[in-house]
């Protein structure tokens, strides 16, 4: 799935990747809650957070809202488990449907689902978003 970024999106990404070395594969704005993910490359985490935060931090002060860095990973699972970290997960199944539609299913505990839906449902929103545009993965269900 090809993705298409807005004007803004291109600027923080600019920015971003001009501030910490790290190379961002996504980005999303969230202007209802005034913050911004960027998903950067798998192995380029450090460089984003930068010694005891202090990278993140700056970038913080430069875009004038929160900031959400995500690790990349090629294998779905994984990857899912990054965006709904700090959510401690038992396991992920990624399912193929008939109708080629890919299904990852999580399951956690009661604490941890909690965690992991978020308030108002912003967390897993964001996962599923962020799973499509990376993975093709069509919903996330958490068992």
Do not use: W, Y
């Not at 490359?41 to 900031?67: E, P, Y």
Request: glycine residues 6%; charged residues 30%.
């Amino acid at each position: 799935m090809a993705i298409k970024f807005s004007a803004n999106e291109i600027r923080f990404i600019a920015l971003f990747e001009s501030m910490t070395g790290a190379m961002v594969k996504d980005c999303i704005l969230d202007d209802d809650n005034a913050k911004v993910t960027f998903v950067v490359k798998n192995g380029d985490m450090g460089l984003a957070i930068g010694k005891g935060g202090s990278t993140v931090t700056k970038v913080k002060k430069a875009v004038g809202r929160g900031v959400e860095i995500i690790e990349h990973n090629e294998d779905p699972a994984q990857f899912i488990k990054n965006v709904l970290s700090p959510a401690e997960l038992k396991s992920i199944k990624i399912v193929e449907k008939s109708n080629d539609e890919k299904i990852a299913i999580v399951n956690t505990d009661s604490s941890n689902k909690r965690i992991a839906i978020g308030k108002n449902g912003i967390n897993i929103e964001r996962a599923k978003l962020l799973a499509k545009r990376q993975h093709e993965i069509n919903n996330i269900i958490l068992k």
